[in-house]
């Protein structure tokens, strides 16, 4: 997801702390929402986010949602950090959707756009060390020395001089009635004992026991379960359906008409499954029967010879390329794309007449508040979203629609009722990765070296659905990250953009538009390499002179898979290198091609510089999922629009990677003192054109069109 907008650094900054009565110590750090002021009444919602029990024990409220990336840890460890507690004694919760919870960078409680640990690096890190400083001042009082002579150390307040030791779990009840300090300072990196270290996740044992809580694993008293028929082809709606025939089936309590379909209700997912089967609907079709993928591409393509608004613009390219010595044109296309969650979607609702409670598997979770609002007429206060762990997320559980028919389905029947769907359902009603349209072209000077570059992009915006008043003159940033910001220094660059929307239904997929122009920008270039004559890293390396953290991961990863060296027979390399979501990576993709032109990525050797590093496994195994997720993309990923209908259906025709094409991944984590990047999206970007360039250099064969088809 991309992030859409931000708090001013003092709102990000601003920390707040309260004491809680009881047994233990509570520490909050208070987040305001985008659009009220510190001030006004109700505008925090204090919460805890460091709580620590007469035991010792050291709870983290997690505000943000666990889908496999790691945050249930790394979020942990900012605040072990500065507490100096004894990382044994850590847990997490997944936080309440509160005001207090919300995402500084969103304004809003959500997660996406690789933001968590860089939302949480100074928030988190500041709640550690106020707990720690109230600990330790509670300690001096115990003991009645001056503080100075104390210090926190491994869980425990050490008195220098006297050696005497109280736990946190001594001093929590104390700890309470301490006065909260301002303006704690945070611990020099050279003092880090926690940030930077490679730590085992926190959530590993449960998900490895079976304990952890899915969205499709929630069970209470009464509930039923639903599956919705909707419409095959998009904005189509009901015309008529056999209710009775479904209800006269075993386990069917009820069938209900709802705003995405018809909903069957039973007391067990295959039950309900077969009460859709007996429906026997019928479908106004609508505007849309008739759009095609093939029909979208020809509108794509006549659409492209027309300019678009202007997404950047430096130099004269249209003069440089008409006196250019050599000019090059290219177009790309790439697929729509669905999100194939392994976890299907699912989630529980129980509306009442005076609340709602929502047990979901959510990326958003205000928004899934206020869509609840909506639909009950309850005020969002009295609407509890319980965010679950996630079985993947990508950016499709930042959606509604799942929510919705919850929702509507429980305040319809009048109980607590699990949606859920099939693979089928969520392959073919998605909000897809857009299908764009890209024309390109380039000019080169004597000596082989870019003087010109200019790059349409024509394709449907996810922004003007969601986040429509993020929508300026006509450009999505969005639909433009990843070309607009081109880091090249050619002099003369024009990258515009053409806005069409298809009647199909798009949404934020792994690393948005990144995913897509770093794949046709890494392309293309190398499309320009190939033409003046130079090798892709020579070029990458004289244009990215003045961009360091660039060229750190181009040298990096070059280096690690020994670019220009031997390869054995039939083996070809290729590189790309893109910036998305803070973080800078270089990948490097070993190929090999068969008669038939179909590829084996045999390595994948990945350079990051995410600037400083939190865990360094999180990013290791980030940068390796991402790559497996692109690469998925890259060779099988696609798709198809056919009257209005998305032709596949489930694995068999819209295929992961194998674990047999899985190739062997190496990632080298630059050393850095910056601020946090992402972690989550940015592996994905750099492999489709890693790939691609691999094949042409084995073949001289260019990739222009996603997913890499065999060709003899």
Same mark, same amino acid.
């Given at each position: 997801?991309?992030?859409?907008?931000?708090?001013?650094?003092?709102?990000?900054?601003?920390?707040?702390?309260?004491?809680a009565a009881g047994s233990g110590l509570v520490l909050g750090v208070s987040l305001p929402h985008r659009h009220a002021p510190f001030s006004s009444p109700g505008t925090f919602a204090p919460n805890a986010f460091v709580r620590i029990g007469t035991d010792g024990a050291v709870t983290v409220m997690v505000g943000y949602s666990e889908m496999g990336q790691g945050i249930m840890t790394a979020v942990p460890m900012l605040v072990a950090e500065e507490l100096e507690?004894?990382?044994?004694?850590?847990?997490?919760?997944?936080?309440?959707?509160?005001?207090?919870?919300?995402?500084?960078?969103?304004?809003?409680?959500?997660?996406?756009?690789?933001?968590?640990?860089?939302?949480?690096?100074?928030?988190?890190?500041?709640? =550690?060390?106020?707990?720690?400083?109230? %600990?330790?001042?509670?300690?001096? *009082?115990?003991?009645?020395?001056?503080?100075?002579?104390?210090?926190?150390?491994?869980?425990?307040?050490?008195?220098?001089?006297?050696?005497?030791?109280?736990?946190?779990?001594?001093?929590?009840?104390?700890?309470?009635?301490?006065?909260?300090?301002?303006?704690?300072?945070?611990?020099?990196?050279?003092?880090?004992?926690?940030?930077?270290?490679?730590?085992?996740?926190?959530?590993?044992?449960?998900?490895?026991?079976?304990?952890?809580?899915?969205?499709?694993?929630?069970?209470?008293?009464?509930?039923? !379960?639903?599956?919705?028929?909707?419409?095959?082809?998009?904005? =189509?709606?009901?015309?008529?359906?056999?209710?009775?025939?479904?209800?006269? %089936?075993?386990?069917?309590?009820?069938?209900?008409?709802?705003?995405?379909?018809?909903?069957?209700?039973?007391?067990?997912?295959?039950?309900?499954?077969?009460?859709?089967?007996?429906?026997?609907?019928?479908?106004?079709?609508?505007?849309?029967?008739?759009?095609?993928?093939?029909?979208?591409?020809?509108?794509?393509?006549?659409?492209?010879?027309?300019? =678009?608004?202007?997404?950047?613009?430096?130099?004269?390219?249209?003069?440089?390329? @008409?006196?250019?010595?050599?000019?090059?044109?290219?177009?790309?296309?790439?697929?729509?794309?669905?999100?194939?969650?392994?976890?299907?979607?699912?989630?529980?609702?129980?509306?009442?007449?005076?609340?709602?409670?929502?047990?979901?598997?959510? *990326?958003?979770?205000?928004?899934? *508040?206020?869509?609840?609002?909506?639909?009950?007429? %309850?005020?969002?206060?009295?609407? @509890?979203?319980?965010?679950?762990?996630?079985?993947?997320?990508?950016?499709?559980?930042?959606?509604?629609?799942?929510?919705?028919?919850?929702?509507?389905?429980?305040?319809?029947?009048?109980?607590?009722?699990?949606?859920?769907?099939?693979?089928?359902?969520?392959?073919?009603?998605?909000?897809?990765?857009?299908?764009?349209?890209?024309?390109?072209?380039?000019?080169?000077?004597?000596?082989?070296?870019?003087?010109?570059?200019?790059?349409?992009?024509?394709?449907?915006?996810?922004?003007? &659905?969601?986040?429509?008043?993020?929508?300026?003159?006509?450009?999505?940033?969005?639909?433009?990250?990843?070309?607009?910001?081109?880091?090249?220094?050619?002099?003369?660059?024009?990258?515009?953009?053409?806005?069409?929307?298809?009647?199909?239904?798009?949404?934020?997929?792994?690393?948005?538009?990144? #995913?897509?122009?770093?794949?046709?920008?890494? #392309?293309?270039?190398?499309?320009?390499?190939?033409?003046?004559?130079?090798?892709?890293?020579?070029?990458?390396?004289?244009?990215?002179?003045?961009?360091?953290?660039?060229?750190?991961?181009?040298? /990096?990863?070059?280096?690690?898979?020994?670019?220009?060296?031997?390869?054995?027979?039939?083996?070809? &390399?290729?590189? @790309?290198?893109?910036? #998305?979501?803070?973080?800078?990576?270089?990948?490097?993709?070993?190929?090999?091609?068969?008669?038939?032109?179909?590829?084996?990525?045999?390595? !994948?050797?990945?350079?990051?510089?995410?600037?400083?590093?939190?865990?360094?496994?999180?990013?290791?195994?980030?940068?390796?999922?991402?790559?497996?997720?692109?690469?998925?993309?890259?060779?099988?990923?696609?798709?198809?629009?056919?009257?209005?209908?998305?032709?596949?259906?489930?694995?068999?025709?819209?295929?992961?990677?194998?674990?047999?094409?899985?190739? &062997?991944?190496?990632?080298?984590?630059?050393?850095?003192?910056?601020?946090?990047?992402?972690? =989550?999206?940015?592996?994905?970007?750099?492999?489709?054109? @890693?790939?691609?360039?691999?094949?042409?250099?084995?073949?001289?064969?260019?990739?222009?069109? /996603?997913?890499?088809?065999?060709?003899?």
């Amino acid at each position: 997801m991309s992030t859409p907008g931000a708090l001013s650094r003092r709102d990000f900054f601003r920390v707040g702390a309260v004491a809680a009565a009881g047994s233990g110590l509570v520490l909050g750090v208070s987040l305001p929402h985008r659009h009220a002021p510190f001030s006004s009444p109700g505008t925090f919602a204090p919460n805890a986010f460091v709580r620590i029990g007469t035991d010792g024990a050291v709870t983290v409220m997690v505000g943000y949602s666990e889908m496999g990336q790691g945050i249930m840890t790394a979020v942990p460890m900012l605040v072990a950090e500065e507490l100096e507690v004894d990382w044994t004694t850590v847990r997490f919760e997944s936080a309440p959707s509160e005001r207090a919870y919300y995402n500084p960078l969103f304004g809003m409680q959500g997660t996406g756009g690789s933001t968590t640990v860089r939302a949480s690096w100074e928030p988190m890190r500041r709640a =550690g060390a106020v707990a720690r400083e109230m %600990l330790i001042a509670a300690a001096a *009082q115990a003991w009645g020395v001056d503080r100075a002579t104390c210090r926190a150390e491994n869980g425990t307040v050490v008195h220098a001089s006297s050696g005497r030791r109280l736990t946190y779990g001594e001093l929590a009840t104390a700890a309470a009635a301490v006065p909260v300090p301002e303006n704690v300072p945070l611990k020099p990196s050279s003092a880090w004992r926690v940030i930077g270290r490679p730590m085992k996740r926190l959530d590993a044992p449960l998900k490895v026991t079976g304990r952890a809580e899915f969205g499709i694993d929630v069970r209470l008293p009464g509930l039923l !379960v639903a599956v919705v028929a909707r419409c095959p082809v998009f904005g =189509g709606r009901v015309r008529s359906f056999n209710a009775a025939r479904a209800r006269a %089936l075993p386990g069917v309590r009820h069938v209900v008409q709802i705003s995405s379909g018809v909903a069957v209700v039973a007391q067990g997912y295959w039950q309900a499954k077969k009460g859709r089967d007996a429906l026997g609907v019928t479908w106004d079709e609508g505007a849309n029967a008739n759009v095609s993928s093939a029909g979208i591409t020809q509108l794509y393509a006549d659409l492209a010879r027309n300019p =678009g608004a202007v997404a950047r613009h430096e130099g004269d390219a249209a003069a440089a390329l @008409a006196s250019a010595a050599r000019r090059v044109e290219a177009t790309y296309e790439v697929p729509y794309l669905a999100h194939a969650t392994m976890e299907p979607m699912n989630c529980t609702a129980h509306v009442r007449r005076d609340g709602c409670d929502i047990w979901a598997p959510t *990326q958003f979770q205000t928004a899934s *508040q206020g869509k609840a609002a909506e639909i009950t007429g %309850l005020r969002p206060e009295t609407i @509890a979203v319980h965010t679950t762990m996630l079985g993947g997320g990508f950016g499709r559980r930042a959606e509604l629609d799942f929510v919705s028919d919850a929702v509507e389905t429980s305040k319809a029947v009048g109980a607590p009722v699990k949606v859920i769907y099939s693979r089928e359902d969520d392959i073919q009603h998605d909000y897809y990765r857009p299908a764009t349209y890209n024309s390109l072209a380039g000019a080169l000077d004597d000596g082989g070296w870019p003087v010109a570059w200019t790059h349409r992009i024509v394709g449907p915006s996810i922004f003007s &659905r969601i986040f429509p008043q993020f929508v300026r003159n006509g450009i999505d940033d969005s639909s433009v990250e990843g070309a607009a910001n081109l880091p090249y220094a050619i002099p003369n660059i024009l990258v515009d953009y053409v806005m069409r929307e298809t009647g199909v239904p798009v949404g934020f997929w792994r690393s948005v538009g990144n #995913s897509q122009n770093a794949f046709i920008k890494e #392309s293309f270039l190398d499309e320009l390499a190939a033409a003046g004559g130079k090798d892709p890293v020579e070029l990458r390396r004289r244009l990215l002179a003045n961009q360091p953290r660039h060229l750190g991961v181009l040298e /990096l990863a070059a280096s690690r898979a020994g670019w220009g060296s031997p390869l054995p027979a039939g083996r070809a &390399r290729g590189i @790309a290198v893109h910036e #998305s979501f803070g973080s800078y990576v270089a990948e490097v993709a070993e190929v090999s091609v068969a008669a038939d032109g179909t590829p084996t990525v045999h390595r !994948v050797v990945c350079a990051v510089d995410c600037g400083t590093v939190v865990n360094p496994l999180t990013v290791e195994a980030q940068m390796e999922s991402g790559i497996v997720y692109g690469l998925s993309a890259a060779l099988h990923g696609e798709i198809t629009i056919d009257r209005g209908r998305v032709v596949q259906s489930n694995f068999h025709d819209y295929a992961p990677l194998r674990m047999s094409e899985v190739p &062997r991944v190496e990632v080298h984590i630059v050393p850095s003192t910056e601020a946090p990047g992402g972690v =989550g999206e940015p592996g994905t970007p750099p492999i489709a054109p @890693a790939v691609c360039n691999a094949i042409f250099s084995a073949t001289g064969r260019r990739i222009r069109r /996603l997913p890499i088809r065999a060709s003899a």
